[in-house]
């Protein structure tokens, strides 16, 4: 069930892609612009209400992707996105696209933020409170950015990548890979299946970059080692929701860990 899920999303982001169309290049952001497309934001008021902890055990949030272009968001079930376009002077404006389609026990706050993106015309920011206005009425909804470096910190553990071509007990029959982001450094370490290795991410918001990976030499069976480093090092995009920590290259899902506890 949670490689189906999995995959569903990683089909969406590929559907996101597909819907958007070529690229569009973003020149002379406003510096306040930079930061609100540099971070991931978590949902903390909507339509007045306030929103604590999880729902349906996922940290609702909205991400805008790396190309300038597009976002991602969800109200703790589903995943949603489209595109949006700043339009100067505080305006911005979403255009809904595609939408996962699971059933969750609370979904009302996904129905309400859909809603919220088809309404939105401007925003404010102040200080790390990112609101999502129409007219001069009260905020429809308040997002807090999220330090991405805190974010990431600790142990995760490997349970999906992708183009292996066999599955993935089959790549890693006795270990699973693991990384471990050290919250006070840029340093990362972990272990491929086999070895251990060392490098270190740059981390800019959501957009993230490993340096070249050392690792032991232990001789080792079988392509699933080989494919985890080769994977890590085109890594240009991280999202974390909740417990979950997943790995993109450009607009493709390539990697899945799950924190451990």
């Known amino acids: 069930m949670k490689k189906s899920i999995f995959s569903a999303l990683a089909v969406l982001t590929i559907l996101f892609a ?8 973003v020149a002379n952001q406003s510096s306040e612009q930079s930061e609100i497309t540099g971070n ?31 976002y991602a968001a ?6 949603m996105g489209g595109e949006y376009l700043f339009g100067g002077n505080g305006k911005i404006t979403f255009k809904p696209g595609m939408s996962t389609m699971m059933a969750c026990d609370d979904m ?5 933020l859909s809603e919220v993106f088809k309404n939105t015309n401007n925003y404010t920011l102040n200080a790390d409170i990112l609101s999502l206005n129409q007219g001069k009425k009260a905020p429809l909804a ?22 292996a071509g066999t599955t993935f007990e089959e790549l890693y029959p006795n270990n699973k890979p693991t990384i471990t982001f050290d919250p006070n450094s840029n340093k ?9 290795f060392n490098s270190s991410a740059e ?14 030499r232990m001789a080792c069976q079988g392509n699933g080692e080989p ?6 090092q085109k890594v240009n995009v991280q999202s974390v929701n909740g417990d979950q920590l997943t790995l993109i290259v450009g607009d493709i899902a390539v990697m899945r860990f799950k924190k451990n506890k």
């Open 142 to 163: 308040k997002f807090r950015k999220v330090d991405a470096q805190n974010n990431l910190a600790g142990t995760w553990t490997l349970d999906y990548i992708d183009g």
């Open 227 to 232: 494919l985890f480093f080769q994977t890590l």
């Open 188 to 196: 990362v370490t972990g272990n491929g299946g086999c070895n251990n």
């Open 108 to 112: 009302e706050t996904d129905k309400l």
């Open 18 to 25: 597909s819907c958007a169309g070529g690229k569009k290049v």
């Open 74 to 79: 969800s109200g703790g079930c589903n995943t």
């Open 40 to 70: 991931r934001w978590v949902l903390i008021e909507l339509n007045g209400k306030e929103i604590t902890g999880k729902l349906n055990n996922k940290e609702p949030f909205l991400d805008f992707m790396n190309d300038g272009t597009r």
């Open 203 to 216: 981390v800019n918001g959501r957009n993230i970059k490993f340096s070249p990976i050392a690792s032991t």
